[in-house]
């Protein structure tokens, strides 16, 4: 997170909570603590405590992984491998290579088989 925004999301603590005694040095180890954390996370931890708290948060109360945010993110995770995944499964040939090729099962083995002895100086007998 930015320094500006670790500032706001302390003047905006502040604001909710106009009795929380603070100082310079609060001010100050928020700030330094809050620059190491996850905005999108932090503001969603900020936005429930106020709602579901009448007295002032602690840091770890802030910035505590924010379940909400960590299953959005999961769900699109999730939702990228399996768009991955079917990119992948939609490149894979539908046909069998020797349809593709327009010959029969055997035809394309005993060629394919024909090219790998080729490439390895081999002969092979293809018609076993």
Known sequence: MEKE???EI???LA?????????QSIA??????????????????VEE???SSEYPPSIAA???INSRIEAKREIERTRQKL???EEIRNSIPREFPWVREGMSREEWTNKVIA????EEGKKWNTSA
């Not at 100050?28 to 932090?42: A, I, P």
């Not at 090219?115 to 080729?118: D, I, L, Q, T, V």
């Open 5 to 7: 925004q670790a500032k």
């Open 28 to 45: 100050e180890v928020w700030v330094k603590t809050l620059l190491n954390q996850d905005h999108e996370n932090v503001w969603a931890n």
């Open 15 to 23: 604001a909710c909570y106009p009795n929380w005694k603070v100082d």
């Open 83 to 85: 768009q991955e995944q």
């Open 115 to 118: 090219e790998k002895a080729k």
């Open 62 to 64: 802030i910035i505590k």
């Open 10 to 12: 302390f003047k905006h």
């Open 49 to 51: 405590y106020k709602i």
